[in-house]
């Protein structure tokens, strides 16, 4: 899911609490990053006063596909009419709890039809297990000791198999925005993790030339 909010504690206190129930999160800081990663995104939680452009620009831009959750302080009645009018799934008035955040993600997530929880896949007839919510992979049935940087990678692989992601999505996924020098950081922890999947790495994890990395075998049925 997408998280767009301006103020940097909230944005990342949000991503926490949501990592905690195993869902992948990216961040976005402005409406301009936001549209970069909307098409990326199965429910955006979506700050309506953002610095570059106005939050209900990119509600518009979600359409009628993405849900969206709405945070905002402004509480008039016209806003609220406004944003549901434009598709909002919920809104949440600033200030709230994360924990009810939470709970309305998860809601939004049932009335749409989504898996309100992270799973258990896995790739290859079972060579390869990622399970979320117990936050651990295994490689033919071994544990693999993963850092926090290479999990982010390799759940964000997984999430979409044979889709490539490129560095900076990536590096989204692991830290946010505010994470410099992503390029390089991203290439080591696929190195580590490489390292770690043995003889089979490099095919498991493929180098797209130019445009980023994908996981590159077959999930399973
Ligand atoms: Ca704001």
Same mark, same amino acid.
């Given at each position: ?55 209900? /620009? ?11 959750? !709405? #945070?905002? &302080?402004?509480? @008039? +009645?016209?806003? %609220? ?58 490689? /033919? ?11 982010? !990678? #390799?759940? &964000?692989?997984? @999430? +979409?198999?044979? %889709? ?58």
């Amino acid at each position: 899911m997408l998280v767009v909010e301006d103020e940097r504690d909230l944005r990342e206190l949000l991503r926490r609490y949501l990592e905690r129930e195993a869902f992948s999160v990216l961040t976005a800081g402005s409406g301009a990053e936001a549209l970069a990663l909307l098409s990326n995104a199965d429910l955006v939680v979506l700050d309506l006063g953002l610095p570059d452009i106005d939050g209900l /620009d990119v509600l518009r831009a979600a359409g009628a596909y993405i849900p969206v959750i !709405v #945070l905002t &302080a402004r509480s @008039s +009645a016209q806003d %609220r009419i406004e944003g549901l009018r434009l598709g909002a799934d919920d809104y949440v008035i600033k200030p709230f709890s994360p924990t009810e955040l939470v709970l309305r993600v998860k809601a939004v997530l049932r009335r749409a039809g989504r898996p309100v929880s992270g799973t258990t896949r896995s790739f290859q007839s079972g060579r390869l297990v990622i399970d979320e919510e117990a936050h651990e992979a295994r490689f /033919d049935g071994e544990p693999l000791p993963l850092t926090v940087s290479e999990w982010g !990678v #390799l759940v &964000a692989l997984a @999430s +979409a198999p044979r %889709r490539v992601f490129s560095r900076l999505e990536l590096a989204n996924r692991i830290h946010g925005y505010e994470f410099g020098g992503y390029e390089r950081s991203i290439d080591s922890h696929v190195k580590n993790l490489r390292h770690k999947l043995g003889p089979t790495g490099a095919e498991m994890i493929e180098t797209i030339t130019g445009v980023g990395y994908r996981l590159g075998v077959q999930a399973d049925e």
